[in-house]
């Protein structure tokens, strides 16, 4: 009687968390629901009388890939992409090689190293914005690419954390066995644990990947020349929705939120087995 109605208990638990998680997850999704189904409607501006648009078209879609004076979507996207890719390269080899050496090596002042970082990680990034600014304009680095790669690959290998604990779970006799052969480090790293770690590569990439694809703050604090040639593709469809601008622009704005998601949400398809392991594998000593 006791295990019947430990069951029940059990059922009715999981039924009660499923029904909350389904209406979060509705009330997540409506504002992505209405800006998908805005971007195909024909009226240029904001319509808040429908939820849903009263004529439909795709205009806004192709007028994206016809760049104006304000709208210069292909641009900003490549803009955008080449920061991202170069970023993502960066980030995951400082990830990964901070996270192999304070897992697989040991050195003097190891422990308090790894314990500065995570205390570092606890702060946000915003708070040295005006430092980071200033030391960009010092170098002359601010409105270029470079200046914004720096900013997000320099303290990329803070995040080690995750990687480590995925390190932490690969078979320490294959990297003693490797250097009784007379493998170097570099060796052992590139060819042997790097091949056992692809979940978490794929982790490491993908999350490296998602930071300067969807940043605005720094990007809108580095490029601050107002050359709209130059923007991301965040800055520049925040400008669409400047006061003179929004009535004009709006449904771009909606159609160019659509079109951005599209390589994140491929890529997230593709990789998800690996994002997962990767996540639960750096988990279990992180």
Not at 48 to 56: A, R
Not at 175 to 193: K, L, N, P, T, W
Not at 246 to 255: D, G, L, P, R, S
Request: proline share 4%; glycine share 6%; hydrophobic share 50%.
């Amino acid at each position: 009687m006791k295990i019947r109605k430990m069951k029940e208990n059990r059922t009715s638990s999981i039924i009660i968390h499923n029904v909350i998680l389904g209406i979060l997850a509705f009330i997540w999704l409506i504002p992505i629901v209405w800006l998908f189904f805005t971007s195909f409607s024909a009226e240029s501006g904001i319509n808040t009388n429908t939820f849903f648009p009263e004529k439909w078209s795709i205009s806004h879609y192709i007028k994206l890939f016809h760049p104006d004076t304000v709208a210069q979507f292909p641009q900003w996207f490549m803009n955008t992409f080449v920061v991202a890719v170069v970023t993502c390269i960066i980030s995951t080899l400082f990830v990964l090689m901070v996270a192999y050496a304070t897992s697989v090596m040991r050195f003097p002042m190891r422990k308090p190293l790894m314990n500065i970082a995570v205390i570092l990680n606890l702060f946000p990034g915003m708070l040295a914005m005006i430092a980071v600014y200033f030391v960009l304009k010092t170098f002359n680095l601010t409105n270029s690419y470079a200046g914004l790669i720096m900013v997000y690959s320099a303290s990329s290998g803070l995040g080690y954390l995750i990687a480590k604990g995925f390190f932490d779970t690969v078979p320490r006799a294959l990297c003693e066995s490797a250097r009784i052969d007379g493998c170097s480090e570099a060796r052992i790293f590139f060819q042997m644990v790097i091949p056992l770690s692809r979940p978490i590569v794929v982790y490491t990439v993908i999350s490296s990947f998602l930071v300067p694809w969807m940043d605005f703050v720094y990007a809108k604090m580095i490029l601050n020349a107002g050359i709209s040639s130059k923007y991301t593709v965040a800055i520049g469809l925040y400008k669409m929705l400047d006061k003179q601008l929004i009535n004009n622009y709006f449904t771009q704005f909606c159609a160019g939120g659509v079109l951005v998601s599209i390589p994140i949400s491929i890529l997230f398809v593709i990789m998800q087995k690996f994002y997962v392991k990767g996540i639960t594998g750096g988990a279990v000593k992180g």
